[in-house]
């Protein structure tokens, strides 16, 4: 275990993609930067492992063009729905590649705090942050607790929360979800498969609880290219019964009707996780004095499709941005532009994707809706730019359609 450094210039609390990329961003740079991870790695996450080419480009703006290219490629997404299928591949984009990727969290993250280490920052590993050394509001340092060690203090001029979805440490200084806003419960395991190199990731829409009733969320397998493949279920908080829903049956049912194609063995899975994800910009405030939010801790994850990676990487970039200012003028007001920015760049697309989850939260209209999208490849393709934020910087027919349609449910219902 590394020692623990008595002080930084920045701390991080949270070694995943969000912390990671903070810590290599600001090292690169030339300042001191600590990261706090409560685990060792290589550590699992739930994850689907999925990175769309928003993650993919977010890696390769960050250096790592090497390890993206180690891992699985996909050159889309496979829909089901209604007994139908459509392959989309991903869209010709003017900033994002046409290629998505698959890669345990565990090598993915692993990498990303390897990239952080080579350029100088400093992980702690099995720590525990347990609370923030407060004067006048002002985080003066973050209180950690070794393994098999006693407490101690690093002292920092700022902080970055960084420690996933439902953030202690985030927590602790009055962090909180709006539960107004989505959440999002996922589960997901391991299979052995002979289609582990499959060319797309597979999602099914339409899936139904012990009652036959669809619901607000999607299965999906995802091929590692490592003879497995990931394979789980995603639930919205919107469905009015989601409390009475067991992950967990849900699961198992899923596993059981995978295409054939996969061969995979659904009394086989391993290390079956499952969590809970905030979403859709939920949490708040996501900047104090002298310190931030970024990736899950600040609820970023993408309501439309449950993508966290990207949102993570491209928050942890604008953060290390913010901060670096911050550090040159020695002056904490500066984080605010952190805030301002996060509503320039997500706050209207997120707004639509909170009231598209809501609508879908009644299962006739999950239900009408995946059926109606399945009849046509040009509306579903238009339907996965929209998903994964991929859009155009002009919105081209029928994208535009689309998109304009889901803007319009913003005003169905009440928005917070």
């Known amino acids: 275990m590394s020692p623990v450094p008595s002080r930084a210039d920045v701390v991080v609390v949270g070694g995943g993609p969000a912390g990671a990329s903070v810590a290599a961003r600001l090292a690169a740079d030339g300042r001191e930067v600590v990261v706090i991870e ?25 250096g790592m063009a090497e390890e993206v290219a180690r891992w699985h490629p996909v050159r889309g997404l496979r829909a089901y729905a209604g007994g139908r299928c459509l392959e989309l591949d991903w869209p010709d984009h003017p900033v994002f590649p046409r290629t998505g990727a698959v890669v345990t969290r565990a090598e993915l993250d692993m990498a990303i ?17 347990t609370g923030a050394d407060l004067a006048d509001g002002i985080v003066r340092g973050v209180e950690v ?28 200084l009055g962090n909180a979800r709006d539960r107004r806003f989505p959440l ?7 299979f052995d498969s002979p289609r582990d190199d499959d060319d797309y990731i597979e999602s099914h829409i339409d899936i139904r609880d012990v009652h036959g009733r669809s619901l607000p969320g999607y299965g999906w397998v995802f091929p590692e290219g490592d003879g497995t493949v990931n ?4 639930l919205l908080s919107t469905f009015r019964d989601w409390k009475g829903v067991n992950t967990s049956e849900l699961m198992d049912a899923f596993t059981h009707v995978v295409p054939r194609y996969w061969a995979i063995d659904p009394d086989a899975g391993r290390s079956i996780r499952g969590g809970k994800l905030q979403m859709g910009m939920s949490v708040r405030p996501r900047v104090g004095p002298n310190w931030l939010t970024v990736g899950d801790a600040g609820g970023v994850i993408n309501p439309f499709n449950g993508e966290g990676i990207a949102y993570a ?44 989850v809501r609508l879908i939260g009644e299962p006739r209209v999950m239900r009408l809706a995946a059926q ?3 009849r046509s490849h040009l509306i579903m393709a238009a339907v996965l730019r929209v998903m994964a934020n991929l859009l155009s910087p002009e919105l081209r027919d029928p994208e535009e359609r689309v998109y304009s349609l889901l803007e319009r449910v913003v005003a169905i219902g009440p928005e917070p």
């Open 231 to 234: 394979v789980g279920i995603g």
């Open 113 to 129: 705090a390897d990239r952080a280490r080579k350029a100088g920052a400093v992980f702690v590993e099995e720590t525990e942050a």
């Open 145 to 172: 607790k070794p393994k098999g060690a006693p407490a101690t203090t690093v002292a920092a001029a700022f902080v970055v929360i960084a420690d996933g979805s439902l953030s202690r440490f985030g927590r602790s």
């Open 38 to 62: 409560k685990k060792r790695y290589p550590r699992e996450k739930t994850c689907g492992d999925g990175l769309t080419p928003r993650s993919v480009k977010a890696l390769l703006d960050l």
């Open 372 to 374: 109606v999208g399945m």
């Open 313 to 356: 990487l491209e928050t942890a970039e604008l953060a290390a941005q913010v901060l670096g200012d911050a550090l040159v003028r020695g002056d904490g007001r500066v984080l605010w532009q952190y805030a301002c920015e996060l509503d320039r760049r997500y706050a209207a697309y997120y707004r639509t994707a909170r009231g598209f």
């Open 184 to 190: 999002g419960m996922a589960i997901r395991g391991y």
